[in-house]
């Protein structure tokens, strides 16, 4: 594993607040190209589009619209409508991918709104109820990755799990386990490049880590440690997204889910990062 001097640079944190039922629980973000519009994701299955609005690198604002519920079908899943929504993803022609913990498959919304599973496999299915598909995301090449919260140990790497158009499934890849740290959330950079946001807790804190990967590599990958915060600098970050600035500088833009308790907050985090 590579390590840095923590190569990622904080920007600014703003406390998201909305008197509106169901508001919080977010666990994925998903920003524009620009940086400038949003959809989150809680984890009860629903979606909140909006804008940030921001002055020298600095998030001042932020404004949303309603509050809306997914409307997975009954028979999708063969019974009631699942709301364990953990992961978010769009592809180049704009369909929404979401990713279910506790079922273990993955959602395919199609542009006429419609939405279908994609095929499972034998060691998605078998991975823990509560410790399923975490982090999703969507390479240039149209791949979907996943991967789940757990590995078979303490220093065994974490499985991705990579769907192809016409290929399936492959397991060839497989991350690095830091100890103490779990991926919660997923992107890719426009080079390709795969960003995975990671989150331990003390006890009396989360703290957080983000690695980037080049995807060129193959087998076990380590990656580059860009980001590493102490307990409770930032609350619970479970979602990521990146974007570039119009001179190219990459952005980690990331979402904390408060887990409907007071004691937690919304927080959305951004961090610079050097190409």
Do not use: C
């Amino acid at each position: 594993m590579t390590r840095t001097p923590q190569a990622a640079r904080f920007l600014s944190s703003f406390e998201w607040t909305k008197d509106r039922e169901h508001f919080g629980g977010y666990s994925a973000i998903k920003l524009s190209d620009d940086g400038s519009s949003f959809v989150v994701m809680s984890d009860r299955g629903h979606l909140i589009e909006g804008s940030i609005f921001r002055h020298n690198d600095t998030i001042i604002g932020v404004r949303s619209k309603e509050i809306t519920k997914f409307a997975f079908p009954k028979e999708l899943f063969g019974k009631r409508p699942k709301t364990d929504t953990e992961g978010i993803a769009r592809d180049a022609s704009g369909r929404l991918y979401v990713s279910f913990e506790h079922e273990n498959r993955i959602a395919r919304q199609e542009h006429d709104g419609t939405w279908s599973l994609l095929p499972t496999h034998p060691e998605i299915t078998a991975l823990p109820k509560n410790k399923g598909l975490e982090a999703l995301a969507i390479g240039p090449d149209g791949a979907v990755l996943a991967i789940p919260e757990v590995s078979d140990g303490l220093l065994t790497p974490f499985t991705v799990y990579r769907f192809r158009e016409g290929a399936g499934w492959d397991t060839e890849l497989r991350i690095s386990r830091h100890p103490g740290f779990l991926p919660v959330g997923s992107d890719f950079d426009i080079y390709g490049r795969l960003y995975v946001l990671e989150r331990g807790f003390a006890g009396f804190g989360f703290f957080s880590q983000v690695r980037r990967f080049d995807m060129r590599d193959a087998g076990e990958i380590s990656g580059e440690v860009l980001l590493t915060t102490r307990a409770r600098v930032h609350d619970n970050l479970e979602g990521l997204s990146v974007w570039m600035t119009p001179d190219k500088q990459v952005r980690l833009t990331m979402v904390s889910d408060d887990n409907f308790q007071r004691f937690q907050r919304t927080e959305i985090v951004e961090y610079a990062v050097g190409n």
